[in-house]
């Protein structure tokens, strides 16, 4: 082969092997989700499963068309504000701030162009997140849980479970936002009731063990660990605190009664999570949070543990287990 053949011959091999590259550069980049969190991944591993199950039903495969940045607080709500403007400052597609009502709150006030979908507990329209549930404005959607709202349910279901107890212990982290609320609606209606309540407040582990100390000081007869995130990082610690001091206690996700708590009461947090993937698959479709309503649960259920009752010497009523959409034995 001459020289001239030769040289030919290399550059079109050349050329040939750099079509790939070229086909490869002009393909758009992969779509980034923020994904930040007030609790921490230990906790999170079959929320993160229904979150993907999510993104799947509406297209999105996490590696394959899509990628994901996480963030996690793991109950240190000072931590979101740097973690918000972490994912902001590397331009991701759409920011999911979930965890409960501290995460969306610093996502909103980091940016107010990228698309958030959001998970809380409380209100987000008293809470200025959004302009409406139907039509929400801004760049602001999600689904709330309203969790933190149903203290005084909670409150209700605990007298039911042990009505001679004279006096009950609450958990109440005084750093998470909707805290004086949940203080506020839990003295009304154990007033109402009748009912003597001493509440304990714990925002660090410090304070945790310190409030454990306050409830057996207090010689409390039941337990009532309010919906908060941080209580979330906690679980198997508060749970074994109360099967420790042999206090009935109510808690706020059927996580607890899987881990030996006695009783929750509250929505489904893995739909929850579900839908979370579905609203930002729809975002990172091409809809816009100002017309996706924010979603609201329709079904509070309430879970008992028949062996952790029979561990404490409960009697759990007929009336509390016809009511009770799992029981675990």
């Known amino acids: 082969m001459s020289d001239m053949r030769r040289r030919a011959f290399i550059t079109l091999l050349g050329g040939a092997a750099a079509w790939p590259l070229a086909a490869r550069a002009q393909q758009p980049a992969m779509p980034v989700i923020g994904f930040m969190s007030s609790r921490s991944p230990e906790d999170s591993v079959h929320l993160l499963e229904a979150f993907r199950r999510g993104l799947k039903e509406g297209g999105f495969v996490e590696g394959q068309n899509v990628a994901i940045e996480f963030r996690w607080a793991r109950g240190d709500y000072n931590r979101l504000p740097a973690l918000a403007a972490d994912l902001v400052s590397r331009r991701v597609n759409v920011l999911t701030a979930v965890g409960g009502d501290p995460s969306p709150r610093a996502a909103k006030r980091a940016t107010s162009t990228i698309p958030i979908v959001f998970g809380m507990g409380g209100d987000p329209v008293s809470d200025g997140l959004v302009e409406s549930y139907n039509r ?177 010497g409960v009697k759990i009523s007929d009336n509390l287990l016809s009511l009770a959409d799992e029981v675990i034995e």
């Open 136 to 312: 929400p404005g801004g760049n602001v959607t999600g689904v709330t849980l309203l969790t933190n709202l149903m203290e005084p349910k909670r409150l209700g279901l605990l007298r039911e479970l042990a009505p001679d107890i004279p006096l009950i212990g609450a958990l109440v982290n005084p750093n998470f936002a909707p805290a004086a609320r949940q203080e506020q609606q839990l003295e009304e209606a154990a007033h109402a009731s009748n009912q003597r309540l001493v509440i304990a407040k714990a925002s660090t582990d410090y304070e945790l063990e310190a409030a454990f100390g306050s409830l057996v000081r207090e010689s409390v007869g039941a337990l009532l660990v309010a919906a908060d995130p941080y209580f979330d990082t906690r679980r198997d610690r508060i749970v074994a605190f109360a099967a420790q001091q042999r206090l009935p206690a109510i808690y706020h996700f059927r996580e607890y009664a899987v881990a030996g708590g006695l009783l929750s009461y509250g929505v489904s947090i893995t739909d929850a999570y579900r839908q979370f993937g579905v609203y930002t698959a729809k975002i990172l479709t091409g809809a816009k949070p100002a017309d996706l309503p924010v979603q609201q649960p329709t079904k509070f259920e309430l879970v008992i543990n028949l062996k952790t009752a029979k561990a404490l």
